[in-house]
């Protein structure tokens, strides 16, 4: 169900809530042979604004993969909060120090040895264009939920679920 109640910067607040407390989310890509690929990718902190930020290796494979086709998908999840997001966008890399600086972590010296000198590092920014949620409030309400379709015999109703535009 598309939601035409939100503009698109409620739709950014909305999945930027969904979002915020979700450090991995599976990246999906389009191989230069046809077919999808999916890998974890650690989303970088910072306040969702209709872009997303990673760090990635220049020789990781996504960068044929989006020679190929700039088009992806980010699915997160939050089981324990039963939200659930699915963003679609365009993916490009970024090579800015100050974006780097910005985002970088000692921790990722376990990946680029270098650290931010590292010639393999690179962002990858991703700009959402829609998005689908799934949300359920509480675990409460998705317990109501589900005992109500047993009950009645009717659909269960997972909470809201829309579909959204992003710009």
Same mark, same amino acid.
């Given at each position: ?6 503009? $698109?910067?409620?739709?950014?607040k ?17 191989? $230069? ?35 190929? !086709? ?9 089981p ?5 997001? !699915? ?52 675990a ?14 009717? !659909? ?11 710009n």
């Amino acid at each position: 169900m598309k939601n035409t109640d939100l503009s $698109p910067e409620q739709s950014i607040k909305k999945v930027g809530e969904l979002i915020k407390d979700i450090k991995f989310a599976m990246l999906c890509t389009t191989n $230069p042979e046809g077919h999808l690929h999916s890998r974890p990718m650690t989303t970088q902190e910072d306040e969702f604004d209709g872009t997303l930020w990673f760090f990635t290796s220049k020789d990781s494979g996504i960068k044929n993969d989006l020679d190929s !086709s700039s088009e992806v998908n980010l699915a997160y999840a939050n089981p324990n909060g039963h939200s659930y997001v !699915s963003i679609c966008g365009t993916g490009s890399f970024v090579d800015d120090k100050a974006i780097k600086e910005k985002f970088w972590k000692p921790a990722y010296k376990a990946w680029f040895v270098e650290g931010l000198d590292d010639p393999k590092l690179t962002l990858l920014k991703v700009d959402a264009h829609h998005a689908q949620y799934w949300d359920t409030p509480s675990a409460v309400a998705y317990v109501l939920n589900l005992a109500k379709s047993v009950i009645t015999g009717k !659909s269960y109703s997972a909470g809201d679920n829309q579909k959204v535009d992003l710009n």
